[in-house]
């Protein structure tokens, strides 16, 4: 069987569940795809290639099983999902060699359904950041080109993903962590609306943000993976308790007829690269053929968005970082005498500038005498945000728009901060209002030659339309090709 | 008359008394081996979450709603962030801006003085954990089994202006949390604990004076103590012209003193803001009113109703009332007794609580039931035994838990009453004391009780005393 890396996770289950592939052979080309490709990529922090192996040959000794989707099923996790037993950094210095007891969530369900973890995937220090060049341990570099970044923070999944090295990565995006680098990375990434899926075992970078969802290598692969993580889980109490609807139910619609896709001029004026807009707008023309109408409309309160966005992220992460203080569990600092010092010296030597930089803004704009200015100000701008965002999908049915202004770009091109922030100037809003959306490969930039992706944004807990929409406009598009590794 | 009023605010917390903890399901059992009852959430473990334990609002609100609060059908988790090793995530969650209850009052009575105290807000939290210190081992130890243990915290208008206020408030306080069955009341075990703002201004200043806060109130007596060393000492420095400073002083039960915790604990800008782990706890205005509907009998209510129904003094209908498990006792055995309940009243007072007191027994589960209490004093109605070996079985009856009437027949208690037998007695008194006979004849009646404690000696304490002095003022007439 050759080239199994650069079939779907789609193709790949028909094949185990065939017994045409064994679940040790998939895991064996995935551990071979990562030997092959590692040294260019570098997208994972940890290879379970033991641990995967005997798992693999345990399944097969069981057999395939149909009520099981993702049987056999080689799968990576970015490394800020706890896994019992396995080794959680977050991408930190901070939880080196801290091992969890338990599994998250989302991962124990991969696990029931059938999944082969192989690997935790390389991010940015505890998901701050849009190209995993803030990651602790190395950076990732992006599978089309060496020299760029893959976007962040979900770097390392994007990358594994489109090198081969597994069917599908869980990554999470808490203000385009997984759209951001499913576009640098040409695949597809879905973040779910908040509450449809379990946080718990989710280490919290902006716990109100956060969201955990599939990359993988088209849309029908994701809709498998969101089918098998998707629902409320007792152990987190802001998981909605809503049913899971079908996500693979509407994937076969082969015209968008009656789809009404808008399309915000914050989005789609000046400040986005010609290829980018490019790219774009013939998926949208394209869309348009199959019978979708195109709305123009206004997201008035995206200029507020990045400074909304940081101040609650950051406040959040202020709080959520608290627990790493070196008493119960990860690097505690020796030699201090006090108590005061052994935290300042914990925490100094264990967490990355970024990190610190987000902890101390987090912990400004909650003080007293500030909490009004900024906290609470970030919070009434978020409700209004979240109004805007209704209009607007009262308008249509989907609104449509780039991931990024640009395509990935170069190792150390934004070294300043503030232009690093300004990646997620498309993707934040919809974590600030807590909605569905999408980033779907739609081609190649005509100067860069990377990949493009076109976001698609939903009404909330409605992921089942916008795969089934984004699904036809895959079908319907030239394919996207895989990265020359 | 002091030239200065005192004004006290009380902080209390108190643990509910449910099973598990309030965000994870480890147990709340106290007196564990250290850290047995421990998981990832209450250990704060990464990633981890908390989900609200039920009982816990249902309990808070019942707090709320026996205090005449409101009861916010949406309130609100914030974090309080501070660093401590004993509290695992680095923050704590609590209640800041909604809490679940607001606007209350518990009337309290000293000296006869009825005084509303104003109660400002009840809300939810999780306790911290314990740090160990061992100088022998010269490290620090963490136990988080109390980690997670809920709390809610009962925070009092400034309206108390003495010692005996706040102790009479504090009283109040924990009878209507022991009725209400959310909180056990030990005060030393620390799941009744309180914190005292104490401040002082001179009599008709409105604005409140700098204050105090006083931590380590392991008991009533040591809140009283603690608030008249506070009162007194703040009274000093402003008579010398220095100034009171606002800080936290903690009490030392072996001096009687308070002292500053300074350079422990510093200005603390804790950073509430809304828990994004927890949703606003929204609650179902038919849930509020079924627990309102549950609410017992509370301690005012039923020390009214004793009074009124049993005529009780106000003193006893305090001590009867204070405890739900007391009442209870008192009322059954007030109902099995065909003779004035403020007898029973008298008993249990005088022989049952000290008895209880010495024991550590709960009132419910003492030996002497109240039907065998309500006997116990039928036999001294009806000339059976005397109070004196009624008063003196009492406590035997506690710890055997014997049939009264079978005790008193197995032990030959019974008082004689036989005319003959008695008559044979007093005159050997008679005939054994002429000299006495004589002065009692020449007017000297004091000497009756003489020749009654004479017979009582002979008969080993069991004559009837009524039948005696009869017969003696026969003989001697
Ligand atoms: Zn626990």
């Not at chain 2, 988790?77 to 606007?103: V, W």
Request: charged letters at 20%; proline letters at 5%.
């Amino acid at each position: 069987m050759s080239a199994l890396h650069t079939k779907t996770l789609t193709e790949l289950a028909g094949l185990l569940q065939s017994r045409e592939v064994t679940a040790v052979q998939a895991v064996g080309a995935c551990l071979d795809r990562i030997e092959a490709t590692e040294p260019a990529v570098r997208a994972l922090i940890t290879v379970m290639a033991g641990e995967a192996m005997a798992r693999a040959e345990t399944l097969d000794a069981e057999g395939p099983d149909p009520s099981k989707p993702l049987w056999g099923v080689p799968v990576v996790l970015k490394d800020l999902l706890t896994t019992r037993g396995v080794r959680t950094t977050c991408g930190s210095k901070i939880l080196k060699d801290f091992v969890p007891f338990y599994d998250a969530t989302a991962v124990a369900r991969l696990r029931e359904a059938g999944a082969v973890l192989i690997g935790k995937a390389n991010m940015d220090e505890f998901a701050m950041g849009s190209s995993t060049e803030n990651s602790a341990y190395f950076r990732t570099a992006n599978p089309w080109d060496a020299e760029r970044v893959p976007g962040g923070s979900s770097g390392g999944s994007g990358a594994s993903v489109a090198a081969g090295q597994c069917f599908a990565a869980l990554g999470t995006d808490t203000g385009g962590s997984i759209r951001l680098p499913a576009s640098f990375c040409g695949i597809v990434g879905v973040k779910p609306t908040y509450g449809r899926v379990s946080r718990y075992g989710l280490i919290a970078y902006g716990s109100s943000l956060d969201q955990i969802g599939p990359m993988t290598r088209s849309v029908e692969d994701a809709a498998r993976v969101l089918q098998v993580i998707a629902g409320h889980d007792p152990r987190d109490s802001t998981s909605v308790n809503a049913p899971v609807p079908d996500y693979l139910a509407g994937l076969g619609r082969d015209s968008l007829d009656g789809v009404t896709i808008g399309l915000p001029r914050e989005y789609w004026g000046g400040g986005i690269d010609p290829e980018v807009e490019a790219a774009c707008r013939a998926a949208v023309a394209r869309a348009e053929a199959l019978g979708a109408r195109t709305v123009p409309l206004s997201l008035s309160l995206t200029d507020y968005a990045i400074a909304t966005y940081y101040i609650i992220a950051m406040a959040e992460a202020s709080s959520n970082l608290s627990r790493f203080d070196g008493v119960r569990f990860g690097h505690r600092s020796q030699g201090a005498e006090e108590l005061i010092d052994m935290y300042t010296a914990s925490r100094t030597e264990g967490f990355g500038d970024e990190v610190q930089r987000r902890i101390i803004m987090g912990t400004y704009v909650l003080s007293s005498g500030y909490y009004d200015a900024y906290y609470n100000k970030a919070a009434k701008v978020r409700r209004l945000l979240r109004q805007d965002f209704d209009a607007a999908l009262g308008q249509c049915d989907f609104i449509a728009g780039p991931v990024c202004p640009t395509t990935a770009f170069r190792v150390g091109a934004k070294a300043d901060p503030i232009q690093m922030y300004l990646m997620d100037i498309f993707t934040i809003s919809l974590n600030l209002a807590g909605l569905p959306g999408m980033s779907l490969p739609v081609g190649l930039g005509t100067d860069s030659g990377m990949p493009v992706g076109l976001q698609l944004m939903g009404r909330p807990f409605e992921e089942a339309d916008m795969l089934s929409v984004a699904a036809c406009l895959e079908r319907n598009l030239d394919p996207m090709p895989l990265p020359a590794l | 008359m002091s030239r200065y009023e005192t004004v006290i605010g009380l902080e209390v917390h108190a643990h509910l008394k449910t099973r598990t903890k309030i965000f994870c399901a480890c147990s709340t059992t106290f007196g564990s081996e250290p850290n047995e009852n421990v998981c990832a959430v209450c250990s704060g473990m990464p990633g981890v979450l908390p989900v609200l334990n039920a009982m816990v609002p249902e309990y808070a609100a019942k707090m709320g709603l026996a205090t005449g609060c409101e009861v916010n059908l949406k309130s609100v988790f914030a974090r309080k962030n501070y660093f401590y090793p004993d509290l695992p995530k680095g923050y704590q969650i609590s209640q800041f801006e909604l809490p679940i209850c607001e606007h209350g009052s518990v009337a309290i009575e000293v000296d006869g003085q009825r005084k509303v105290i104003g109660l400002t807000r009840i809300h939810m939290e999780e306790d911290a954990g314990k740090n160990i210190h061992s100088a022998a081992e010269n490290a620090s130890f963490v136990d988080l089994n109390r980690a997670g243990v809920p709390l809610i915290e009962i925070v009092s208008e400034p309206d108390m202006r003495s010692a005996e206020e706040a102790v009479a408030y504090l009283k109040e306080l924990r009878s209507i949390l022991l009725y209400l069955g959310i909180c056990d009341g030990n005060m030393e075990e620390g799941s009744f604990r309180c914190d005292a703002n104490v401040s002082i201004r001179p009599v008709g200043q409105e604005a409140l004076g700098t204050r105090a806060e006083l931590k380590n109130l392991n008991s009533f007596k040591h809140v009283q103590k603690a608030i008249e060393y506070e009162v007194a000492r703040q009274i000093d420095l402003i008579e010398d012209g220095e100034d009171v400073v606002q800080e936290t002083r903690l009490y030392n039960a072996d001096k009687g003193t308070t002292h500053s915790m300074r350079g422990k604990e510093e200005a603390h800008d804790y950073r509430y803001f809304p828990d994004p782990d927890l949703v606003p706890l929204v609650l179902d205005p038919a849930w509020v009113e079924q627990w309102r509907a549950e609410l017992p009998e509370l301690p005012a209510a039923k020390r009214t109703r004793f009074m009124a129904d049993y005529g009780l003094a106000d003193y006893d209908a305090v001590l009867l009332t204070a405890e739900l498990a007391v009442a209870d006792y008192f009322e059954a055995a007030a109902k099995a007794y065909s003779g004035q309940a403020r007898k029973i009243a008298n008993w249990v007072v005088g022989d049952l609580l000290p008895s209880l007191g010495e024991t550590g027994i709960a009132a419910g589960d003492c030996l002497l039931t109240p039907a065998r209490l309500a006997g116990l004093l039928t036999l001294v109605d009806d000339g059976t035994i005397s109070v004196k070996i009624g008063k003196d079985s009492f406590r035997d009856l506690c710890a055997s838990g014997d049939d009264p009437a079978e005790y008193v027949r197995a032990r030959g208690l019974a008082q004689v009453s036989d005319t003959g037998e008695l008559e044979a007695m007093v005159d050997r008194v008679i005939s054994e004391n002429p000299a006495e006979v004589e002065a009692y004849r020449g007017g000297k009646t004091k000497l009756m009780s003489f020749f009654m404690g004479q017979v009582m000696r002979l008969s080993k304490g069991q004559a009837n005393p009524g039948v005696v002095t009869k017969l003696i003022q026969q003989k001697l007439s």
